[in-house]
């Protein structure tokens, strides 16, 4: 009787592998969340450099403070909340000015085929223009809502405010959105990812 392939440790079991600075478990949770991460912080920092430096300075974040991780949410959210913090940190000291990204440059950050949201790329560049008119708190709701498919509740232990301050921010960003580029905002993908949040 074989006995198969071993099972993937949970992310739980690999932050508690990395509190005890183990490097082999670190390696597997970036692998495993830069991705995931760089897709998220792409939006809030606008471009591809910023993310990949927000990326770096979040693994060195839960690889020092793994220990500190208390289980009451998720691994995933625990580091998203690390990265929303990171992303305003380093959007707030570049002043926060808007910068076009071409699509073929930013083609390895946008959503993955397993990931819940938008697909279209002709959408996703309208998406990704729009967006740069947004606040970056404005910016990691729409994110974590359409593209990462995140419910409000888990938002807002992210981002770290009330279900309501979420809902506020998504008002606000589905307003300019829709005022700035009506055919986007009357999307279908994009009506399905707030309305179902």
Known sequence: M??????????????????QGDKQAFGVLYGRYADYVSRFVYRIARGAENAEEIVNDVMMVVWQKAGTFNGTSKVSTWILGIAYNKGLKLAGARGGEAQHIDLDEAEPFLPCEHCAGLRDYELQEWLDRALELLSPEQRAVMELTCVQGLGYEEIGEILGCPQNTVKTRMFHARRKLKSLFPELAESRSLSECVSTA
């Open 2 to 19: 074989s006995q198969g392939r071993p099972k993937d440790p949970s992310d739980e079991e690999l932050i508690r592998s990395v509190a």
